[in-house]
């Protein structure tokens, strides 16, 4: 994949790059059912094409600059957001997508709004004590994520992913069956010449060498000579059964403590489950 520079241009703040990944969902705190299902389907394209180079919350990486808090995008209507993804950026590593249809280009220019936290009010009924014990205990959240700076290396640090993400849909995350690993959260297992093992997320790879990261943060750096075997693990390192493995409350308190741990959060006391089951 060609290595893309962050350009200081307005238009060049938005490389909305169209590639594998797993993120984040949407669900308004209020709204009709369609409202809901259109909501997925831009959270589901942006999942699966955006989040790989943009990151998980939409704040950027190696690849792609910051589209959720950058000045440079936040001020984009939704119709110009829409036109720059179906059109593409000349002389840039934004592509055009024209074979989108304007409805899903439309509701992927409207979850890119709610990571900027337009349009959301957080709402939080758990208990975030209990939530803190869950992340660092039976959920083995803490494993792999990092959260106000204790826990794991190899998965995204969610101290600010309230920021951009509403209780629901990081509720809708934490519950998600099927996942997709975006670059550089692939996983594997490496077996040496010598026979020892390594298991962790492959981070780079090229036709002669590859790095691997392993659950305790460290990286190692193999040549492909070396190795007996290299096995591509296609499943996400994310559990895909936390709605068996956690009641609903202790996913709701999971969910409280995240966003009682970004500062940037909004809160309120309203249960955001409970809005849905009314409607």
Same mark, same amino acid.
């Given at each position: !994949?060609?290595?893309?520079?962050? &350009?200081?241009?307005?238009?060049?703040?938005?490389?909305?790059?169209?590639?594998? =990944?797993?993120?984040?969902?949407?669900?308004?705190?209020?709204?009709?059912?369609?409202? @809901?299902?259109? *909501?997925?389907?831009?959270?589901?394209?942006?999942?699966? =094409? %955006?989040?790989?180079?943009?990151?998980?919350?939409?704040?950027?990486?190696?690849?792609?600059?910051?589209?959720?808090?950058?000045?440079?995008?936040?001020?984009? =209507?939704?119709?110009?957001?829409?036109?720059?993804?179906?059109?593409? #950026?000349?002389?840039?590593? !934004?592509?055009?997508?024209?074979?989108?249809?304007?409805?899903?280009?439309?509701?992927? $220019? @409207?979850? +890119?709004?709610?990571?900027?936290?337009?349009?959301?009010?957080?709402?939080?009924?758990?208990? &975030?004590?209990?939530?803190?014990? #869950?992340?660092?205990?039976?959920?083995?959240?803490?494993? %792999?994520?990092?959260?106000?700076?204790?826990?794991?290396?190899? &998965?995204?640090?969610?101290?600010?992913?309230?920021? =951009?993400? *509403?209780?629901?849909?990081?509720?809708?995350?934490?519950? +998600?069956?099927?996942?997709?690993?975006?670059?550089?959260?692939? $996983?594997?297992?490496?077996?040496?010449?010598?026979?020892?093992?390594?298991?962790?997320?492959?981070?780079?790879?090229?036709? /002669?060498?590859?790095?691997?990261?392993?659950?305790?943060?460290?990286?190692? /750096?193999?040549? @492909?000579?070396?190795?007996?075997?290299?096995?591509?693990?296609?499943?996400?390192? !994310?559990?895909?059964?936390?709605?068996?493995?956690?009641?609903?409350?202790?996913?709701?308190?999971?969910?409280?403590?995240?966003?009682?741990?970004?500062?940037? &959060?909004?809160?309120? @006391?309203?249960?955001?489950?409970?809005?849905?089951?009314?409607?």
């Amino acid at each position: !994949m060609t290595r893309f520079r962050k &350009a200081p241009r307005m238009m060049l703040g938005f490389l909305f790059l169209f590639v594998s =990944s797993g993120g984040f969902s949407l669900a308004q705190a209020k709204g009709s059912k369609l409202s @809901r299902d259109n *909501s997925a389907t831009g959270r589901s394209t942006y999942n699966t =094409s %955006c989040a790989g180079c943009h990151g998980l919350d939409g704040h950027g990486s190696d690849k792609a600059v910051n589209i959720a808090s950058g000045s440079e995008v936040r001020h984009l =209507s939704e119709t110009q957001l829409s036109n720059i993804i179906a059109n593409g #950026i000349p002389g840039t590593g !934004m592509p055009a997508f024209r074979t989108l249809p304007p409805k899903q280009i439309g509701e992927v $220019a @409207r979850y +890119l709004r709610s990571l900027q936290g337009k349009g959301q009010v957080q709402t939080v009924s758990g208990d &975030a004590q209990r939530g803190k014990e #869950i992340f660092f205990g039976k959920g083995e959240c803490s494993s %792999c994520h990092t959260i106000s700076g204790q826990g794991g290396f190899l &998965a995204p640090d969610l101290s600010t992913y309230a920021s =951009s993400s *509403s209780a629901q849909a990081i509720h809708d995350e934490i519950v +998600l069956v099927q996942r997709n690993p975006a670059p550089g959260y692939r $996983a594997g297992v490496l077996t040496t010449n010598d026979g020892e093992q390594f298991e962790g997320l492959i981070r780079n790879e090229d036709n /002669f060498s590859v790095q691997l990261q392993t659950k305790d943060g460290s990286f190692h /750096f193999f040549q @492909r000579s070396a190795l007996r075997k290299f096995e591509r693990l296609e499943t996400s390192l !994310m559990p895909t059964n936390y709605g068996e493995r956690l009641t609903p409350q202790e996913i709701d308190a999971l969910v409280s403590f995240v966003i009682n741990a970004c500062p940037d &959060a909004i809160k309120s @006391r309203p249960s955001h489950r409970k809005e849905y089951e009314d409607e």
